[in-house]
Nanobody
Framework: QVQLVESGGGLVQAGGSLRLSCAASESISSINAMAWYRQAPGKERELVAQIPSDGSTNYADSVKGRFTISRDNAKNTVSLQMNNLKPEDTAVYYC?????????????WGQGNQVTVSS
């Protein structure tokens, strides 16, 4: 089982920046994909950014050009740099790790971190 511990987040004004970090309990080089999700009040959880083990990246259209996901295999961490934040980015952000083992997919979640963007 992979444990994920998140840090960062908080309150920022619109146009500001925040950085989220996620530390994994095991080598992320063995994890198929790391990702950040978010869930705003009254809305479903949505994928924000994903970085598979090959280092490619995928972003939700709403954050392209503003958010950057990165991974540090040596430190077993994944980060999300969020720039030019907007009030609609306000949500609880979750780190996720997806493993595929013997045809079964496992997803592990961090505890969630609140990001609040004031207008």
């Amino acid at each position: 089982q992979v444990q994920l511990v998140e840090s960062g987040g908080g309150l920022v004004q619109a146009g500001g920046s925040l950085r989220l970090s996620c530390a994994a309990s095991e080598s992320i080089s063995s994890i198929n994909a790391m990702a950040w999700y978010r869930q705003a009040p009254g809305k479903e959880r949505e994928l924000v950014a994903q970085i598979p083990s090959d280092g490619s990246t995928n972003y939700a259209d709403s954050v392209k050009g503003r958010f950057t996901i990165s991974r540090d295999n040596a430190k077993n961490t994944v980060s999300l740099q969020m720039n030019n934040l907007k009030p609609e980015d306000t949500a609880v952000y979750y780190c996720a790790a997806t493993l595929e083992r013997r045809g079964v997919t496992y997803t592990y979640w961090g505890q969630g971190n609140q990001v609040t963007v004031s207008s």
